[in-house]
C-alpha cells in the first residue's frame, strides 16, 4: 500500500483491530476481525502475522493488548505504575526474526491492592497526548473488565478493575437468571431503575436476585430482566468510584458508552464519550515514533 510505514495491531481477547499507518500516523486503512488470541492456536502466531502482511504489505508491525499476555505470543511484561508513553516505548518485547513489538502492559501493586491492565494504556494516554482530555483526567474504559484509570499531568498513576461485563455474561448465560435474560439491554426506564436501585442497595447480591423474584411475581416482564440487571451492575460499578461533579472521558463502542455515560450522568457526574480508535492510533503512533 503506498505510503504505508508500519501496521498498529489492538489485538485482544476476543476481536482484533489493525491499522494500517503512515509516517506521520495517519491511517491509511484498518480492518476488525474476530482473530483475537483466544481463536489463535498455540503457535499460530506467525501464521496470522503473514496473513496481514499478505494483505497489507510487508511491513513492520507493534501490537498492544492480551497478544502480549501469558495467553498471547509472548509476554511482554509490565510496567509499573505510574506510567507514561515513553515508559511503555522503552520497554517493548521485540519477537526475533518477526520485525513485531509488543507494547507492555501497566502494573499496579499498592499496600493490599493489585491490578494490571493490557492495551487500555495504549488508549488513554494516547487521547490525554492527543488532547481528547485534559492532561489530569479521570477515564472509564467499559467492558468485559472495566477499567477507570486515573491520569495525573499525562501520567496513568492509578487504575481499577471491575468484572462488570464477564459478571453480566455469567449470569445472563450460566445462572439461575438466564432464562429471563432475553430481552435486549439499552438505556430506559429498567435501566434507570437498576441504576438508583444500585445506589441504595445494602446488598447488590440481594437486588440480583430480586430480579428473578420480581419476574416470578409478576412486577417485571422477562422482556425488561435483562435491563434492569444491567442497570444494577453497572449502577453498582460507578457508585463505587463515587464521581459526584466529576467529569468521566468514556473510551468505548457507542453502545456500552451509551449505558456507561447515562449512569454517570444519572449518578450524579457528567460524562464525554472519546473516539476509542483515535484515542489508540495517537498512542501506538508516539510509542512507534519513541522507539525508531
Not at 487504575?159 to 461485563?165: A, I, L
Not at 468510584?241 to 449512569?263: C, F, H, K, V, W
Request: negative net charge.
Amino acid at each position: 500500500m503506498e505510503g504505508a510505514a508500519y501496521l498498529a495491531v489492538d489485538w485482544g481477547t476476543t476481536n482484533r483491530r489493525t491499522y494500517v499507518m503512515d509516517d506521520g500516523g495517519r491511517v491509511l486503512a484498518t480492518q476488525r476481525d474476530d482473530h483475537g488470541v483466544k481463536s489463535v492456536a498455540q503457535g499460530g502466531y506467525p501464521a496470522e502475522l503473514a496473513a496481514l502482511r499478505h494483505q497489507f504489505g510487508h511491513l513492520p508491525a507493534i501490537a498492544a493488548g492480551m497478544v502480549g499476555s501469558s495467553l498471547g505470543w509472548q509476554d511482554a511484561g509490565y510496567v509499573g505504575a505510574p506510567a507514561e508513553l515513553a515508559t511503555l516505548a522503552g520497554a517493548l518485547t521485540r519477537i526475533e526474526g518477526a520485525d513485531f513489538a509488543i507494547v507492555p502492559g501497566v502494573s499496579l501493586a499498592e499496600g493490599h491492592r493489585a491490578d494490571v491492565m493490557r492495551g487500555e494504556e495504549v488508549q488513554v494516554l494516547g487521547a490525554n497526548l492527543a488532547g481528547l482530555a485534559p492532561r489530569t483526567a479521570i477515564y472509564c474504559q467499559p467492558g468485559t473488565h472495566t477499567k477507570w484509570i486515573t491520569v495525573e499531568d499525562g501520567r496513568l498513576t492509578d487504575f481499577t478493575t471491575m468484572m462488570t461485563g464477564e459478571i453480566f455474561a455469567l449470569l445472563r448465560d450460566h445462572s439461575i437468571l438466564a432464562e429471563m435474560m432475553r430481552g435486549a439491554v439499552a438505556d430506559g426506564p429498567l435501566f434507570r431503575e437498576g441504576l438508583l436501585r444500585a445506589t441504595s442497595a445494602q446488598s447488590i447480591l440481594s437486588e440480583l436476585f430480586g430480579v428473578r423474584a420480581a419476574v416470578l411475581l409478576g412486577r417485571l416482564s422477562r422482556d425488561d430482566a435483562a435491563a434492569m440487571l444491567s442497570g444494577l451492575l453497572i449502577g453498582s460499578d460507578v457508585v463505587a468510584r463515587q464521581i459526584a461533579d466529576e467529569t468521566i472521558y468514556i473510551l468505548a463502542d457507542p453502545a456500552l458508552g451509551s449505558l456507561y455515560a447515562a449512569a454517570v450522568e444519572t449518578l450524579g457526574g457528567h460524562a464525554t464519550l472519546i473516539d476509542s480508535h483515535a484515542a489508540f492510533v495517537a498512542g501506538i503512533h508516539h510509542i512507534w515514533e519513541l522507539q525508531r
